[in-house]
């Protein structure tokens, strides 16, 4: 069965320093992967997805298909990154694409 | 376009009620799926309406039923309501031929079970 895995439910970092989102997925295909973000009182949005290889608000996430990663990174933290971010992995199934997330992370930013 | 739309937004209800939550999808989308969020887990996927059928379910219980209308609009039914069944439930619209695309998610129902 697909999985994914955010091992970190809440991770606080001070703003200009590095973040880094953990993300590990379990399926043996080739997998879609992304990142959603949810900010307070908003809804669950898109951040990034990795087919596309965009960096979005300065965040950004390169597939490990060896370790079965998909970490989101940013340089610099900053104060309006404080958000829930969730990691969601979509495999075909049946012709159809099943979507799976993880518990989510809270990234809270300190000034 | 004023994107995914859900009512209502909050909703009491006591055990054994039943509920029925709706959804509108961003104009232009043809496919709707349903999520349960308990407190603090992630999206767990209930299933996914299109052309009006049920494409796919995620593991939940046959008390979760679900329609989608001619324009693509979408009502979630729970019968029986457990104190479990507090949660989130997010609706979510994207185009069926482009699977691989993004899904654009609603506001959310927050239901409470007392």
């Known amino acids: 069965a697909q999985r994914v895995t955010q091992p970190e439910k809440l991770l606080s970092v001070f703003k200009g320093a590095p973040v880094e989102l953990k993300c590990n997925y379990s399926?043996?295909?080739?997998?879609?992967l992304f990142w959603y973000v949810q900010y307070s009182r908003q809804r669950l949005q898109l951040l990034l997805r990795?087919?596309s290889r965009e960096s979005i608000k300065g965040f950004t996430a390169d597939l490990n298909k060896g370790e079965t990663s998909f970490h989101l990174k940013k340089p610099f933290a900053q104060e309006e990154d404080s958000a829930m971010y969730y990691c969601a992995l979509s495999v075909p199934l049946g012709g159809y694409q099943k979507v799976t997330f993880g518990i989510g992370t809270k990234l809270q930013v300190i000034p | 376009d004023a994107g995914v739309t859900q009512s209502p937004t909050h909703l009491i209800k006591t055990r054994g009620q039943q509920v029925t939550l709706r959804c509108s999808p961003k104009s232009g989308h043809d496919t709707v799926s349903w999520y349960q969020q308990a407190l603090g887990q992630g999206p767990q996927f209930i299933f996914q309406?299109?052309?009006?059928?049920?494409?796919q379910r995620g593991n939940f219980p046959d008390r979760f039923s679900g329609h989608q209308f001619p324009n693509y609009s979408s009502e979630l039914n729970v019968n029986a309501l457990l104190l479990g069944d507090s949660a989130l439930y997010l609706c979510a619209s994207s185009l069926w031929t482009e699977q691989q695309e993004t899904q654009y998610f609603g506001p959310g129902t927050r239901l409470l079970v007392l």
């Open positions: 309406y299109y052309e009006e059928e049920e494409r």
């Open positions: 399926y043996s295909g080739s997998p879609e």
């Open positions: 990795h087919i």
